[in-house]
């Protein structure tokens, strides 16, 4: 039987398997010898040892599409980071980590802005203008009355996606009106580990609909980037690679580098003035980073 892996705590692993349910398994000795470890995400095959319980045992992996080291997950179509567009206000800085993370990462990201509710037209339309030349899909929605859901649904159909973003910024009411049974897990692991309440600290995949369904993520404060040398972090910033012919040095950094293509479109609007901001503040913050 072939399922996939929603949750793991405690050295158990839930198998959600499409029309059955979701089988709580553990992992054969085979994976602990080969140091390979089971991870949300994974495709899976299980030998069911009892089907009225629900329990089984993992006997093989699946190869992996990908596998994301933050949050620690397998096989993820995209990204969707969610902020809000006000209260709290959204913290670029950070919104611009998530998306370098992503791109180390090659995980395409669509950026979603909850709460649109609560500003003006033209506030939205700042906050389109700065992601705008980046290329990343925006979509503008409020969890409180119930917009751009079919947007979201739409972009989630048929991935695996995982969600990221702040706490505070409504992440918990989108994904609840995604899936109304995700805040009490899912069926039938609610049952199965009422004994830890310390689960939220975990990934899990929450089932939508068939071949769907999103990985939950605890919310981040803060975010390091990990892995990245100051000299490659352009390669993450998209909007640049247009520009970079026109840069007069081969590597040009485009900060203190003269005629370089990208501060030329910064000067003539094309280049986000927060987006380039926040990448001279993290380029600086990897320059003079402790190297181990």
């Known amino acids: 039987m072939q399922g996939k892996i929603i949750k793991g705590i405690a050295g158990f692993y839930y198998v959600h398997v499409e029309e059955t349910g979701v089988f709580e398994c553990k992992a054969k000795g085979i994976f602990r010898k080969e140091k390979i470890k089971p991870l949300v ?10 089907s009225e319980e629900r329990t089984g045992n993992i006997h093989k992996i699946c190869d992996r599409k990908n596998e994301l080291i933050r949050p620690a997950v397998a096989n993820i179509d995209q990204a969707l980071v969610i902020f809000a567009a006000a209260q709290p206000k959204p913290n670029f800085n950070l919104l611009d980590r998530f998306l370098v993370s992503m791109e180390q990462q090659q995980i395409e990201t669509i950026i979603c802005f909850n709460k649109q509710d609560l500003v003006r037209a033209e506030e939205l339309e700042h906050l389109r203008k700065i992601y705008k030349n980046c290329g990343y899909r925006l979509i503008f929605a409020s969890a409180r009355e119930e917009t751009g859901m079919g947007e979201l649904r739409k972009v989630l159909e048929h991935k695996t996606t995982t969600v990221a973003g702040p706490s505070g910024v409504g992440k918990s009411s989108l994904v609840n009106l995604l899936q109304p049974k995700a805040g009490m897990e899912t069926g039938a692991i609610s049952e199965k580990i009422a004994r830890g309440k310390h ?7 929450i089932y939508i609909k068939e071949q769907t369904y999103i990985v939950d993520t605890p919310g981040f404060s803060s975010m390091y980037l990990t892995g990245v ?9 998209r909007e640049f690679q247009e520009y970079e012919p026109a840069c007069r040095f081969l590597g040009c950094s485009h900060i203190h580098e003269p005629d370089c293509g990208v501060k030329q479109a910064l000067a003539e609007g094309k280049i986000s003035p927060v987006r380039y901001e926040d990448y001279v503040m993290l380029y600086e913050e990897l320059k003079h980073s402790r190297k181990y």
């Open 199 to 205: 689960t939220t600290r975990h990934s899990q995949l």
């Open 41 to 50: 995400g994974d495709d899976v095959e299980i030998d069911v040892i009892d």
């Open 229 to 237: 040398e100051e000299q490659e972090l352009k390669l993450y910033f």
